[in-house]
């Protein structure tokens, strides 16, 4: 920014009038030397004698009548060159006077100036702003008038829905009506029919307390004769380990009947086997004739898959139902009543435990023995 300064400079005025009056003292005395040097030649013409003493001295008084003019003029000038240094001197003040206000002036002006610009970068910020927010703005209407074309067609298409439901609810309700007439019809005939099957009810009702009685009477007296029979099947054993009781169930392990993975008897196992089949024969001849029992025969195996390519079953649902056939087999040689004996296989779908540890494989594979009814 373009600042002015003012510097002050040196009063040069008090040397300008000594230098001015040492001139003219000087001229004079050069005028003097010319007239003195003009008037010491004339003296010397005899011609022109008197009349040169009378020029000179005419020539003098003019001279020292321009001399005091000279001198007046001096003093004159003297005068005038002091009363221009003072006002000079007044107008040096008065130019420092207002050269400092010039100066305040500015450095306001400075201050205003840099507050303008602040101001200005101001109104460009919030200009860049309202242009920002007319766009936003202009992005909202659009977005409501948008919106507002939505609302007029989802208006027109609830509008055409709410025709399209009334008419169905007028259909429907016509054919609700005519179904309730139906329903009223079939349930009129549901109440005749369950009238007419209130006494079949009541017949059968008592039919099937009779039946669930004399079932009742059955079950307790078969519960004896299982407690007998593994009683007795117990006593036979002694103290053999390969069966053990499971409430109304006899539980043996196959790996004392069968070797891994076959369905035939082991000579051990036959020796077991051979000792149950003795104490069921016992039995059979101590129970009442007129009681419908059976022996059943239930092979299961664990959970591990068949081994690929083995000869005689393909799972192990087969090889529960080979093991089972395999112990009737064995019981009926040794003298029990096929008839009385029922096999049947399990495979792995009814574990003891869960588990995949040896001890709870094995516990899985087993043969159970269950005296019931048929």
């Known amino acids: 920014m373009l600042s002015l300064r003012y510097k002050e400079k040196t009063n040069a005025w008090p040397g300008f009038v000594d230098l001015f009056s040492n001139l003219v003292i000087i001229l004079i005395f050069l005028l003097i030397v010319f007239l003195f040097l003009w008037t010491t030649t004339s003296i010397f013409n005899k011609n022109s004698g008197l009349r040169t003493v009378n020029q000179l001295r005419q020539t003098n008084a003019e001279q020292a009548a321009l001399i005091q003019q000279m001198e007046n003029d001096e003093l004159e000038a003297k005068r005038l060159l002091l009363l221009a240094r003072d006002e000079i001197n007044s107008k040096e003040s008065s130019v420092t006077d207002l050269s400092n206000a010039y100066e305040t002036k500015l450095q306001e002006l400075e201050k205003q100036t840099a507050s303008l610009q602040t101001q200005v970068q101001e109104l460009q910020e919030n200009r860049n702003l309202t242009t920002k927010y007319e766009a936003q703005i202009a992005e909202l209407e659009k977005q409501v008038n948008r919106q507002k074309t939505e609302r007029t067609t989802l208006i027109s298409q609830i509008d055409d829905l709410q025709k399209k439901l009334d008419a169905q609810a007028e259909m429907q309700l016509e054919v609700s009506t005519a179904e309730m007439e139906k329903l009223q ?27 669930l009685a004399d079932k009742v009477a059955e079950l307790n007296e078969m519960s004896k004769y299982q407690s007998a029979f593994y009683k007795a099947i117990k006593e036979a054993l002694g103290n053999r380990t390969i069966m053990r009781p499971d409430g109304d169930r006899f539980i043996i392990s196959s790996d004392i009947l069968f070797p891994s993975g076959k369905y035939t008897l082991s000579s051990d196992g036959k020796k077991q086997l051979s000792a149950i089949a003795g104490a069921i024969k016992d039995f059979e001849s101590k129970i009442d004739p007129s009681v419908k029992w059976i022996i059943r025969v239930d092979g299961h195996t664990d959970n591990k898959p068949v081994v690929p390519g083995t000869k005689g079953y393909t799972n192990n649902l087969q090889l529960s139902m080979l093991r089972a056939s395999a112990v009737v087999d064995e019981l009926a040689k040794n003298g029990v009543s096929r008839r009385r004996l029922v096999p049947s296989g399990f495979g792995d ?26």
């Open 185 to 211: 019809f079939e349930l009129a005939t549901a109440k005749a029919e369950a009238a007419a099957s209130q006494a079949e009810y009541i017949t059968m009702s008592n039919q099937l307390n009779k039946a």
């Open 349 to 374: 779908l009814h574990p003891i435990e869960l588990g995949k540890d040896a001890n709870t494989l094995q516990k899985n594979r087993r043969i159970e023995l269950q005296l019931t009814n048929k």
